[in-house]
């Protein structure tokens, strides 16, 4: 008889990470591979292959494979997209480098801007024009347009954007300019900015639907290949993509629009928060996964991950926003920092340790994975401290030489610094620690939740080994550290929804709406969201759709999102959107503003399927002795080296409890439990650590 078995599979810069779910009974395999960067799709065949042979499920029992990717955010970061070329209105050809003409910090001299993706001399300007109420004033010549076209196809341009001023009110003209692009230069991808993001604000939509374009046939020839080698293992179930927002997406309609990929792998870790939080029965909390290359830090709250509708890719400075190129796309919000295992140490010119954000990521990696690597790392300290057991690093697949740690730890930062190779070993550890409480804190405050009221949720191959050190700083009730956490970002694709976000910007003051033509867009955004759901194969009785709009007072220059009454909207539903804004606003700024009318500016529907239904089944523990001996192990307390007791995570029973320190082991995670804390499996075999 077939099983039904999903797979989730996150690709991170370090390490791809996997599981495997029988949706029967509810029994997990979970896998762990170093990245392959120069093709991430052999790390995947890999790694599914061997969890297929271990679970004892052949190809053909595997239905869904849903995978999320850091390769869309690298490829924007490192430059390594398409040649893109813009077309735009005549006379806002600049607008895309000129942006908000804001400084993002007004004492820097030496300031660096965001750099665009398309240099100047490849925009190029289309005398064509539409009003903001869609009045088409003008429309493009098609000689000229052509001749544009193909002075863009013989300079060998492999992508255009077209984005010209309001087309999210009326996008005729781009549609005309994008039938000759694919009439006179077929092999050029073309991105429409009424179709990839059709909202008001002119430098927002322009970078956003850049950045589509610039990595379409990247994502589309890496899909294809992922595909081609599911098949050569045979497996035919169907290949599902995680998006920044946390709902799935066909590969048809990621290929298309792929900036929707760009927070892929983070937002699942966040979707797994939420899904443990529930069952441990924390609602909001604090998610940090910690992998090798990054670590990422969300608030869950009220048992939903919180969301945007923009963000920033590429900044040039990590904390400060305007520093990096906005894309207007749903996503979870959360903040990423350089802060992983393979985060590199070093001594800077003033003499202080820093670490990071630069990484050794999995090819040549730290020092001790002895792969070529020659600066000191914060695996390198982990392993110096005790933390790590150089025998059992991802189950043994991996030995790590202390030695070699040790070496270089103490001739790159130790000797510069006049400490033993013990305390800067240290240092790296602290330092990172404090960092990534820093980013917690004010990720926390700047969306208005005290980080000491908040447990922090700790995952990722690095995450365990750190999240008692992030709790203490942060001052945390708790840690939480959840069975198999080295891979549960990929859990957490297991549990998302097929879904796709759609919006239209139609700005209109609330009491003189005309309520026909809001109704009229709901309903088509509705329509084609129906449309994907059911090429997916969702069942009609399985589609649902939420329905918000992005509200502000008049005079007010951003907005914020509320969702919108069920049914019909009319002059009567005005009161019920206002009560809704003022709660919200309320909630953000603990006040409400002016008595002045609302407006809105965009109009949104949320399409999606049922959520999956997950059984966890957590193997049992077999009754064994769950002490596995005792290792050498510093905590500062101590000021040396002293024995700790070393636990089986795989044999420790619910129930059971533990007094810190103590060192828990799994395969693809090692968890670190501080003294003077209190450590409790639970029902489910998380590791709750009482601070």
């Given at each position: 008889?077939?099983?039904?078995?999903?797979?989730?599979?996150?690709?991170?810069?370090?390490?791809?990470?996997?599981?495997?779910?029988?949706?029967?009974?509810?029994e997990?395999?979970?896998?762990?591979?170093?990245?392959?960067?120069?093709?991430?799709?052999?790390a995947?065949?890999?790694?599914l292959?061997?969890?297929?042979?271990?679970?004892?499920?052949?190809?053909?029992?595997?239905?869904h494979?849903?995978?999320?990717?850091?390769?869309?955010?690298?490829?924007?970061?490192?430059?390594?997209?398409?040649?893109?070329?813009?077309?735009?209105?005549?006379?806002?050809?600049?607008?895309?480098?000129?942006?908000?003409?804001?400084?993002?910090?007004?004492?820097d001299?030496?300031?660096?801007?965001?750099?665009?993706?398309?240099?100047?001399?490849?925009?190029?300007?289309?005398?064509?024009?539409?009003?903001?109420?869609?009045?088409?004033?003008?429309?493009?010549?098609?000689?000229?347009?052509?001749?544009?076209?193909?002075?863009l196809?013989?300079k060998?341009?492999?992508?255009?954007?077209?984005?010209?001023?309001?087309?999210?009110?009326?996008?005729?003209?781009?549609?005309?300019?994008?039938?000759?692009?694919?009439?006179?230069?077929?092999?050029i991808?073309?991105?429409?900015?009424?179709?990839?993001?059709?909202?008001?604000?002119?430098?927002?939509?322009?970078?956003?639907?850049?950045?589509?374009?610039?990595?379409?046939?990247?994502?589309?020839?890496?899909?294809?290949?992922?595909?081609?080698?599911?098949?050569?293992?045979?497996?035919?179930?169907?290949?599902?993509?995680m998006l920044?927002?946390g709902?799935?997406?066909?590969?048809?309609?990621?290929?298309?629009?792929?900036?929707?990929?760009?927070?892929?792998?983070?937002?699942?870790?966040?979707?797994?928060?939420?899904?443990?939080?529930?069952?441990?029965?924390v609602?909001?909390?604090?998610?940090?996964?910690?992998?090798?290359?990054?670590?990422?830090?969300?608030?869950i709250?009220?048992?939903?991950?919180?969301?945007?509708t923009?963000?920033?890719?590429?900044?040039?400075?990590?904390?400060?926003?305007?520093?990096?190129?906005?894309?207007k796309?749903?996503?979870?919000?959360?903040?990423?920092?350089?802060?992983?295992?393979?985060?590199?140490?070093?001594?800077?010119?003033?003499?202080?340790?820093?670490?990071?954000?630069?990484?050794?990521?999995?090819?040549?990696?730290?020092?001790?994975?002895?792969?070529?690597?020659?600066?000191?790392?914060?695996?390198?300290a982990d392993?110096?401290?005790?933390?790590?057991?150089?025998?059992?690093?991802?189950?043994?697949?991996?030995?790590?030489?202390?030695?070699a740690?040790?070496?270089?730890?103490?001739?790159?930062?130790g000797?510069?610094?006049?400490?033993?190779?013990?305390?800067?070993?240290?240092?790296?550890?602290q330092?990172?620690?404090?960092?990534?409480?820093?980013?917690?804190?004010?990720h926390a405050?700047?969306?208005?939740?005290?980080?000491?009221?908040?447990?922090?949720?700790?995952?990722?191959?690095a995450?365990?080994?750190?999240?008692?050190?992030?709790?203490?700083v942060?001052?945390?009730?708790?840690?939480?550290?959840p069975?198999?956490?080295?891979?549960?970002?990929?859990?957490?694709?297991?549990?998302?929804?097929?879904?796709?976000?759609?919006?239209?910007?139609?700005?209109?003051?609330?009491?003189?709406?005309?309520?026909?033509?809001?109704?009229?867009?709901?309903?088509?955004?509705?329509?084609?969201?129906?449309?994907?759901?059911a090429?997916?194969?969702?069942?009609?009785?399985?589609?649902?759709?939420?329905?918000?709009?992005?509200?502000?007072?008049?005079?007010?220059?951003?907005?914020?999102?509320?969702?919108?009454?069920?049914?019909?909207?009319?002059?009567?539903?005005?009161?019920?959107?206002?009560?809704?804004?003022?709660?919200?606003?309320?909630?953000?700024?603990?006040?409400?503003g002016?008595?002045?009318?609302?407006?809105?500016?965009?109009?949104?529907?949320?399409?999606?399927?049922?959520?999956?239904?997950?059984?966890?089944?957590?193997?049992?523990?077999s009754?064994?002795?769950?002490?596995?001996?005792?290792?050498?192990?510093?905590?500062?307390?101590?000021?040396?080296?002293?024995?700790?007791?070393?636990?089986?995570?795989?044999?420790?029973?619910?129930?059971?409890?533990?007094?810190?320190?103590?060192?828990?082991?799994?395969?693809?995670?090692?968890?670190?439990?501080?003294?003077?804390?209190?450590?409790?499996?639970?029902?489910?075999?998380?590791?709750?650590?009482?601070?």
């Open positions: 008889m077939m099983r039904n078995v999903r797979v989730g599979i996150d690709i991170g810069g370090t390490f791809t990470d996997l599981i495997l779910i029988d949706d029967a009974t509810g997990l395999t979970v896998g762990k591979v170093l990245t392959t960067p120069a093709d991430p799709s052999h995947v065949a890999e790694v292959a061997d969890a297929m042979q271990r679970a004892s499920a052949p190809p053909q029992d595997v239905r494979v849903i995978h999320g990717t850091t390769l869309v955010t690298n490829a924007v970061i490192e430059r390594k997209g398409a040649r893109t070329a813009l077309l735009t209105t005549r006379g806002y050809r600049d607008a895309y480098e000129i942006a908000r003409e804001h400084r993002y910090d007004l004492y001299l030496f300031l660096e801007m965001p750099t665009p993706l398309v240099p100047r001399y490849l925009r190029l300007e289309v005398d064509e024009r539409v009003y903001a109420d869609g009045t088409v004033a003008r429309t493009p010549d098609p000689d000229v347009v052509a001749k544009l076209v193909a002075e196809r013989d060998d341009i492999e992508a255009i954007a077209v984005c010209f001023i309001h087309s999210y009110a009326n996008r005729a003209n781009e549609q005309v300019v994008a039938d000759l692009i694919r009439e006179i230069a077929p092999d991808r073309v991105s429409l900015s009424s179709d990839v993001v059709p909202e008001i604000r002119e430098y927002e939509r322009t970078s956003t639907t850049v950045v589509n374009v610039y990595v379409q046939g990247l994502v589309e020839e890496y899909l294809a290949e992922l595909v081609r080698r599911l098949r050569d293992l045979r497996v035919d179930g169907e290949l599902l993509l920044s927002s709902g799935l997406s066909t590969v048809e309609t990621a290929t298309r629009f792929p900036l929707r990929l760009l927070e892929s792998g983070p937002a699942g870790g966040a979707l797994a928060t939420a899904y443990f939080g529930e069952l441990v029965g609602r909001d909390l604090m998610a940090f996964d910690m992998g090798g290359t990054t670590a990422k830090l969300c608030v709250e009220d048992g939903k991950p919180l969301t945007s923009e963000f920033e890719v590429d900044r040039k400075y990590r904390f400060k926003a305007g520093s990096g190129l906005p894309v796309t749903p996503v979870v919000e959360l903040i990423e920092i350089g802060a992983g295992g393979g985060s590199i140490a070093r001594v800077d010119s003033l003499g202080l340790l820093k670490v990071g954000p630069d990484s050794a990521g999995a090819d040549p990696g730290p020092v001790c994975y002895g792969r070529g690597g020659t600066q000191p790392t914060v695996t390198d392993l110096l401290l005790g933390y790590l057991d150089p025998q059992f690093f991802l189950g043994g697949r991996l030995r790590l030489d202390r030695d740690a040790e070496r270089v730890i103490a001739s790159k930062i000797e510069p610094l006049g400490l033993t190779a013990l305390r800067a070993a240290w240092g790296i550890h330092l990172v620690n404090e960092g990534m409480a820093g980013a917690a804190r004010v405050i700047e969306r208005g939740k005290d980080p000491r009221s908040l447990p922090l949720f700790a995952f990722g191959g995450g365990p080994g750190h999240g008692f050190g992030v709790a203490r942060l001052h945390s009730p708790r840690l939480i550290v069975f198999g956490a080295g891979v549960t970002s990929a859990f957490g694709f297991l549990t998302a929804p097929l879904a796709f976000d759609f919006v239209r910007s139609f700005l209109t003051q609330l009491e003189a709406a005309d309520w026909t033509h809001v109704n009229a867009i709901l309903d088509d955004m509705s329509a084609q969201g129906d449309a994907i759901l090429r997916s194969g969702v069942a009609e009785a399985d589609r649902q759709f939420i329905r918000q709009a992005d509200v502000r007072y008049t005079g007010q220059g951003h907005e914020i999102r509320i969702d919108l009454p069920a049914g019909r909207l009319g002059p009567e539903s005005v009161p019920r959107i206002r009560t809704t804004f003022e709660t919200v606003y309320r909630s953000l700024f603990g006040r409400i002016p008595d002045v009318p609302l407006e809105a500016v965009s109009w949104r529907v949320i399409a999606s399927g049922p959520r999956p239904s997950v059984e966890l089944s957590v193997p049992p523990a009754g064994a002795p769950a002490v596995k001996g005792q290792r050498a192990v510093y905590f500062p307390e101590w000021e040396e080296h002293r024995p700790v007791s070393v636990y089986d995570r795989y044999l420790l029973a619910p129930g059971t409890t533990l007094d810190g320190p103590a060192i828990i082991e799994e395969r693809e995670s090692t968890t670190v439990v501080g003294p003077g804390t209190t450590c409790v499996v639970d029902a489910t075999r998380s590791l709750l650590v009482t601070l």
